[in-house]
């Protein structure tokens, strides 16, 4: 047995018991990893950083992309910019969507994800809904004139090549490739306990470019600190109620987990 720890923030990190290494290889991008793990079974590592884990990669992707879908009247054109996994793919072709365009920078990630995480994507990547990009999400909503429902970014840390998707630029370049008025963003915004200072940025950039911003949360036991946050963002204020959404056998996000994610626990 041997242990991974992933450090996030200042001073802080988790070590998961991992049993065996499947997959090692440092892509053009990033060094890729998949592990065994006896608690989490088996685990995507990007950069020694955890992305996702069989055991509980429901939680993360039902939260990313649920909510905002709810936010928004009727979400036919998505995007989602980085989820490698296949993960929020696959949560987002459960809605009666016509097209899903994912812009991925790393096609190791996808393949490795499709021969070790079959369980994660499931048949998402063949679904005819679905048009996957390999390369990099800001050239590709700097350039595209496309207009999309709702945009969702599951990416990395910022760090390495996910680092220029927590840039003011890139939000400017998504809320110009939002439908107006309807349009929804959604991102990752790092551990509120450990990430402080990202979940910040985030809000702070985005706040400059869309009226109504909020921060959500969940408890993702396979990230360091547990507690992880996402940020949704709204061409339209006031929000919205939450749209109750008619989709079977979600096993974390419900209209109940929708509204306590939005109230955030007074932190440290
Ligand atoms: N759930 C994970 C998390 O919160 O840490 C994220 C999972 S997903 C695997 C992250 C993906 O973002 C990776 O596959 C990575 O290659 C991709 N990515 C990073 N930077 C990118 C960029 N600039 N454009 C497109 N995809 C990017």
Redesign the pocket.
């Known amino acids: 047995m041997q242990w991974i720890v992933d450090v996030v923030g200042e001073g802080f990190g988790q070590a998961i018991e991992v049993e065996d290494i499947l997959y090692d290889h440092h892509?053009p991008?990033?060094h890729v990893q998949v592990a065994t793990s006896p608690r989490y079974g088996r685990m995507?590592i990007?950069d020694d950083?955890?992305?996702?884990t069989e055991r509980d990669?429901h939680i993360?992707?039902e939260m990313?992309v649920h909510l905002p879908m709810a936010a928004h009247p009727d979400p036919k054109r998505v995007l989602i910019?980085?989820?490698?996994?296949g993960?929020?793919l696959e949560e987002v072709l459960k809605h009666p969507v016509d097209a899903v365009t994912m812009?991925?920078?790393?096609r190791e990630?996808?393949e490795v994800?499709r021969t070790f995480l079959p369980s994660i994507a499931g048949r998402a990547f063949d679904d005819p809904r679905t048009r996957l990009l390999i390369?990099?999400?800001?050239?590709?909503v700097q350039h595209t004139d496309e207009r999309f429902d709702v945009i969702l970014v599951?990416?990395?840390?910022p760090t390495?090549?996910?680092?220029?998707?927590f840039s003011a630029e890139f939000y400017r370049a998504c809320a110009t490739a939002l439908t107006p008025r309807t349009g929804v963003l959604a991102v990752?915004s790092?551990s509120p306990l450990y990430q402080g200072d990202v979940l910040n940025l985030v809000a702070r950039h985005l706040s400059a470019v869309f009226p109504g911003i909020a921060p959500y949360w969940a408890a993702i036991p396979s990230?360091p600190g547990t507690l992880?946050s996402f940020t949704i963002a709204l061409r339209h204020v006031p929000p919205r109620p939450a749209r109750p959404l008619a989709i079977p056998g979600l096993r974390y996000y419900s209209e109940v987990t929708d509204a306590a994610a939005r109230l955030l626990p007074p932190l440290p």
Do not use: K, M
Not at 49 to 52: E, F, K, L, P, Y
Not at 103 to 106: A, L, P, Y
């Open positions: 892509s991008f990033q995507l990007l950083a955890v992305q996702t990669e993360y992707h990313l910019i980085g989820g490698g996994d993960g929020t812009v991925e920078i790393d990630v996808i994800s390369t990099d999400g800001v050239a590709f599951d990416s990395t840390d390495g090549p996910g680092l220029a998707l990752q790092g990230y992880w």
